[in-house]
């Protein structure tokens, strides 16, 4: 990893050079009484971008009915989100950075309102799978400006950790916000509000932008790294796509393996190319900082765990338990409650005095062990006596992990290099719930149909497979604790002071 002190916890021995374009461009920052406006519109769009990973997810047994699409294809209603959303992360990350964070923001909000549109007027499955994807191109537009409008805004340790703390518990607990919403609105409503309701968050994310967010004065543009944005798109799209053909192929298909190996060459060759351009897409020196490199690869295991867990409690809730759209979505308001209250209220305190490292490390042990007490789950379960304490621990664990290594990985970070270091945030977590939702699908499967094959009876099938999911997002989680204990540094606390004062302009540049 990087040993340049800049990066690590040793403070600098002398002031950081200030770009030239730094002096001649002064970033606008947001008024110190006014940055607390600019958190509450960049969460409200950054909901909008989470929840909307899950929030179809009850209404797809509506839509299935209204629009007639078979059992086999209903996966892709949500793939096609994740798809364009996860493989053009680092793409949005970049114009960004070249065209404005918040031009590419207000961009972002408006096209992602436009499509949720689309897909609510949907007639057939295709306009339904082509308008959640264009859900997916424009959230990757929007969600790397949102995290670095953010990173910009609040320098100071304390603030700062304060800030994250706030979007961490919206990142953590958007999925399950998704999954409550998703339930109100089909139970009261129809599926196709649940895209609808995008544009009330569009609509107050775009006014509140224009009022209250500030316009950065932008540097010299740098080329756009087009071999760079084709290699990663394509092989990301690749991972992917290879991940949710094994859920419905299986590991053996020839497609499903193609897929899989040629998104591994194309982002290997990603990583050749942007260590070789003068303009890079990803600027290497972002993730191979040890903090930094340990924090997303932590949000990546997070997000294997999380999303596999909320679709297989779901699944529970609904089908074993027998829960009803609105009741199932209900169900999940105790874990984005845990998540925030341990984002907001624990995170902020802590992590300026005892740094990332304990806080993911502790958080990975919690959450794992919060998803482990959902093995106690049976057939006649109850809802307050088995699952409600899961849901408890298991978000208190994830809000501080998330709301720490959201910190982490964009402490420290140069103006220029903000839109990227957002967008590989973002995009660890997207891939890692895309991986993990079709892997932990997969090995589902594979639980069931062996149980049903040693005879046992189709609900004790069902309930084994669920059991099996679990325990395997709770070891993604205890990973979390491993990858934080060996790669993050136990100094962050002096880095993260360091980087707030390094990220400043420089006094002769500023208004």
């Not at 969600?143 to 994250?164: C, I, N, V, W, Y």
């Not at 995170?347 to 919060?370: D, E, F, N």
């Not at 103006?415 to 977590?429: E, I, P, Y």
């Not at 205890?478 to 962050?492: E, K, Q």
Request: some cysteine; proline content about 5%; hydrophobic content about 50%.
């Amino acid at each position: 990893m990087n040993s340049d002190p800049t990066l690590t916890g040793t403070p600098p021995t002398t002031p950081p050079t200030t770009p030239p374009s730094a002096t001649r461009h002064p970033a606008h920052a947001a008024p110190k009484d006014r940055r607390w406006l600019v958190l509450a519109v960049i969460g409200i769009a950054q909901l909008a971008v989470v929840l909307d990973a899950t929030i179809v997810n009850i209404a797809l047994p509506a839509a299935q009915a209204d629009l007639g699409f078979a059992d086999d294809q209903r996966q892709w209603v949500v793939t096609a989100y994740s798809l364009a959303f996860g493989s053009l992360l680092l793409l949005g990350g970049r114009l960004g950075d070249l065209f404005g964070r918040k031009n590419l923001f207000l961009v972002g909000l408006t096209g992602f309102a436009g499509a949720s549109v689309a897909g609510g007027l949907a007639g057939t499955f295709g306009q339904l799978v082509a308008a959640r994807a264009g859900q997916g191109v424009f959230g990757a537009l929007l969600a790397p400006s949102a995290l670095a409008l953010l990173t910009t805004t609040f320098t100071e340790p304390k603030d700062r950790a304060r800030a994250f703390g706030v979007f961490g518990a919206i990142a953590g607990s958007g999925a399950a916000t998704g999954v409550l919403l998703g339930g109100v609105l089909t139970e009261y409503t129809t599926w196709r509000w649940c895209l609808y309701v995008n544009v009330v968050f569009a609509v107050v994310g775009v006014v509140g932008a224009l009022l209250v967010v500030p316009n950065p004065a932008r540097g010299r543009r740098p080329r756009l790294d087009l071999v760079g944005t084709l290699t990663i798109t394509l092989g990301l799209v690749g991972i992917v796509y290879g991940f949710s053909s094994a859920e419905t192929a299986g590991w053996s298909d020839t497609v499903t393996i193609a897929s899989l190996a040629l998104g591994v060459v194309l982002v290997a060759l990603f990583v050749l190319v942007e260590s070789r351009v003068a303009n890079p897409l990803l600027p290497l020196r972002i993730v191979r900082d040890r903090d930094r490199g340990g924090a997303l690869v932590a949000i990546g295991l997070v997000g294997v765990a999380m999303f596999g867990i909320f679709l297989f409690l779901t699944y529970y809730l609904a089908q074993t338990l027998g829960f009803s759209s609105l009741r199932t979505g209900l169900s999940f308001l105790p874990m984005p409650i845990s998540i925030m209250a341990a984002a907001t209220q624990i995170t902020p305190r802590l992590l300026p005095r005892v740094g990332p490292k304990l806080l993911i490390s502790t958080g990975g042990l919690v959450a794992a062990a919060g998803v482990l007490l959902f093995l106690r789950t049976d057939v006649d379960s109850t809802w307050a006596g088995t699952v409600l304490p899961a849901l408890v621990v298991t978000g208190l664990g994830m809000g501080l992990i998330v709301s720490s290594a959201m910190n982490t990985a964009t402490a420290g970070v140069a103006r220029a290099d903000a839109g990227a270091a957002s967008a590989s945030v973002n995009t660890f977590q997207q891939v890692g719930g895309s991986i993990g939702t079709a892997l932990l699908s997969t090995i589902y499967a594979s639980s069931v149909t062996g149980r049903l094959e040693s005879g046992a009876a189709p609900a004790d099938a069902v309930l084994h497979g669920y059991h099996v999911a679990f325990a395997c997002g709770a070891l993604a989680l205890v990973l979390v604790t491993v990858v934080a204990g060996g790669l993050v540094n136990r100094n962050s606390v002096r880095r993260e002071r360091a980087a707030a004062v390094n990220s400043l302009p420089a006094p002769s540049a500023a208004h």
